[in-house]
């Protein structure tokens, strides 16, 4: 490994109203990059509607606070058909590369539509919050928040 030039490269895009339609355009331009894998990844979001109801089940434990939607990003704004279309030419075009394509989560059609449109509600493949037990983010000044996208909620201190 003494390349001067990293081995493996990843591209993410996190997909938003503002560049849903243009998703086989960026696939187009990256496509012939040797790229090991190209992602494309549902913005991750919490309206204040979600949090709302969230705080009303839980407000003693893991207050959730509404996040990445604001008057320019809003999820709301994407058009479900569109999006599923560019996910499905994608997939078709991504055959003819080497590079691996994903989508997170891989939703059809109805999900994609409930994801935007009715986000307070499960997905089928989804039951369950993991992301709790999974992600933590570690403040400057030592405070520990599971999954702080949606929890403002200082579990503790490293440095205690």
């Not at 990003?73 to 058909?81: F, G």
């Not at 369950?128 to 909620?153: E, Q, T």
Request: neutral net charge; glycine residues 2%; aromatic residues 14%.
């Amino acid at each position: 490994m003494n390349s001067k030039y990293p081995e493996q490269i990843y591209v993410n895009c996190t997909i938003s109203n503002l560049n849903y339609n243009h998703l086989i355009e960026l696939f187009d331009s990256l496509k012939d990059l040797n790229l090991e894998y190209i992602r494309f990844q549902l913005m991750n979001f919490i309206t204040k509607d979600m949090a709302t109801s969230h705080n009303n089940n839980f407000e003693n434990f893991c207050k959730a606070t509404p996040s990445t939607v604001t008057d320019i990003i809003d999820p709301s704004k994407i058009n479900t058909k569109i999006i599923y279309n560019q996910i499905r030419t994608i997939r078709q075009l991504g055959k003819s590369t080497n590079t691996k394509i994903g989508f997170l989560p891989d939703l059809d059609y109805e999900e994609l539509d409930k994801y935007f449109y009715q986000p307070e509600k499960f997905l089928k493949k989804f039951k369950h919050c993991y992301y709790p037990w999974l992600i933590s983010s570690i403040n400057a000044n030592g405070d520990v928040i599971p999954f702080p996208r949606c929890y403002n909620y200082i579990i503790g201190n490293i440095n205690n």
